[in-house]
């Protein structure tokens, strides 16, 4: 049938229509097609009920993780999901016309929260991990959304967007991340132009049906912008404030039943419970009470971490001389009762029970860390070294005051630094340190803490200084369970090593600079000198130290010197080239110290990021994260920290925006470097695609129509008609915005063939005909055959040769 059948009649009834009543039906026309902007407006409603859904899903999504998985697996699943969602969205496109799409849906959306329900105790009792009720029951709203957004019926839309909106407000509920905050923000957004969309849509059924004109999106989304502007403005005014009440949920703040995979709650779960008999786990519980038999001592902790001490025989005669003024140190040090049993020996005894005994109190926590890590969070400073023990600083005789500050209303603690004058700090940390399971007075905290707040403690008088830079409090060991809130000034390697400064020198201290006698220092002095030999004094003399020490030594704490040796350092360094900490910085401190520098060593604990719980946000601190380093004196009353053993990091800055991209690149590189053939292969591939992207995209616009050819002969047709105007546009051939299809290909004397004008006939009544008319006017069988044979006279070699030949003539 031709397009002239089809026009003509029309043509012929607009001519019996009297002189009046074609003014009429001109106005009608006139207000047909004002009323006609929203031809497709149940498309663009099933997008934005899809793109809503998305949103949601992100924002749930983000929630749900809490943390607890990593960034690739999350958008991954983000990514899927919405994938997925689409692909359902696709394929009920292609139901027959006569199947009962609310019955279907119904079936589907009660299958879905069905098996959302059993999937929970098929994770827990399988995979050993779970969701709270609460969480639970979104995650089966969450997939019902999904499934109404994706079947595209009006009741299921409307139904998906109210389930997203209760989505959206309770994941902004219990969540900090501004991840899920933005998801809400843009869910709004869109969720107004989904109304407008609505509204318009509902207005469908008075309009006429074969319209092509288009939603006014810009205005759509004109007014939703404006309110996002104002909602980000608005974002960060005012406090926050966060209240826990009395709930019935069992996973955020319920006070009756308790969940194991629970988020939080207003009482106590079973790890939190009062022990009274036989205690072996720490909780946060305010009347909890402790053993305090149980709970070891900073010098117990080490011990378990590192052996028993060799006893040394009274009657022996120490191999190591000692110079005059070392001796008298120690002597006034070891006279003292109050610095008695303050001291560290390098000569450890061999102990098999060591790794039993470790493994048995492994799971006790003595500290809970919260904030970034790593960190070193000192205890313990030692000055003097007679070649086998430490001995420790004492307390400062000139002390200073401790003083309160107010921030956020709460009362802090300012922690004077008067000894720290060359502002190579470059940012502000935080950190919450809760002891468990450590009986000691000292407060474990990083080098530079400023300020410290603990809940209900506002006088400077109940804390005194245990060392020069150590804060203890008035008391025989801290309060389990009581959060110590930290402000400390995270050191800048690069301001330091920069810091004109720097000149190592100092009058105080003195007990950092001796060292004792004896050949065997002698030899240490020797390959110290070699190690930094030709390097200027000052940080990179420093930094050589201690990376040959971390790149040409083994930490093992299973290995130790002979207990019959006199100087472990010596034999750490010379013979076993492998040891625990201490032995590494020891090495550092006396070669350190041997080159004229003022260093001491120090012990603590290490906050391992390994051990970081992102379900809680805490860093777990056991007895194997007992920890030695050491200090090195850099001038104007300032120590620098630090890490001479293998497999520990310093807590630095948080990258800038340059320096992840410097470290991303830097990766790539690397990366790049290590799977060269694969790199070569791909960058050769992405090469002949480049050279040949129009055959490339013409091959995937073709390879698109054949999957998806539309639905019913009118979509087909346009179509087909659409690929070959981008072939035309690929080849070099693009027609010109106001030159019909037929027109143009009839300019390129390719109207020639059957099928070609056919195909395009159909096409401009399928554009400008109506689609009621268009019906029965050709056979999708005989349809299919005129789209192939058109698409093989119009192939994309023959219009790119059509293309040269135009250009060279």
Known sequence: MAVDELIMPRLRRLDRIAVGDRSQALAGAAFGSATSLLEGSELVLRMLSMLLAMLATSAFLITDADGGRSEWVLWLQIVVESLLAVCLWRLLRYLPERADRGTLTAVAAISVLVLSLLWEPVQRVLLGSGRPFEMMMMHSQKNLMLLLAAAGQRGGMRLSVFIGAVLCIFSSAITRDPRAWLSTALFAVTALSWLVAAYWSGLRPRMLRDSGSRMPLRWALAGPLCGLVLLAAASGAGPQVISTIRGYLPGSGGDGEYDEFSRGGVNDGDALVAGLDDI???????????????????????????????????????????????????????????????????????SSSRKARARS???????????????????????????????????????????????????????PASWRGLHFESYSDYHIVTPLGLKSPIIPAPADARALHIDRVDQPDMFAWHQEGIVRMVRDSLEPQAAIHLRSEVADPQKLRRNPGLHFETTRSAECRLLPGGAGMERIGRLAAEWAGGLPRGMAQVDEICRRLREGYVLDRDVLPNETSELPVEDFLFQLKRGPEYLFATSAVVMLRSLGYTARLVSGFYANPQNYDARKRKTPVRTEDSHFWCEVFVGGGTWATLEPSPGYALL???????????????????????????????????????????????????LLWRVFPGRGARERVLRAARLVDSRLRLAGLARPPHVSPARWLEHLSLLDVVAVRRVLRLAEAAMYGGGAEFAGVVQESELSVLNAAMLRELSFEGLRRLARERQDG
């Open 280 to 350: 072996r786990s720490f909780g946060a519980i305010e009347d909890a009470p402790f053993a305090e038999s149980d709970r070891p001592s900073l010098y117990d902790v080490i011990n378990d971490a590192f052996d028993e001490p060799v006893r040394r025989n009274k009657t022996m005669q120490r191999a190591v001389a000692l110079p005059p003024e070392l001796m008298a140190s120690l002597q006034q040090r070891l006279s003292s009762v109050q610095e008695a049993g303050r001291e560290f020996s390098t000569h450890r005894r061999h």
């Open 361 to 415: 109190i492994s799971s006790a926590t003595l500290i809970s860390v919260s904030g970034r890590v790593p960190l070193h969070l000192r205890m313990e400073l030692y000055d003097l070294f007679d070649g086998r023990d430490w001995q420790a600083l004492p307390e400062p005789a000139e002390s200073l005051r401790f003083s309160t500050c107010d921030h956020a209303g709460k009362p802090w603690i300012r922690i």
């Open 652 to 702: 630095e800055p948080p990258p800038t925006l340059g320096q992840r991209i410097a470290a991303f690149l830097r990766w790539c590189y690397r990366r790049a470097l290590r799977h060269w053939l694969l790199v070569l292969t791909g960058t050769v591939l992405l090469a002949v695609v480049w050279v040949q992207r129009r055959w490339v995209q013409c091959g995937v616009l073709t």
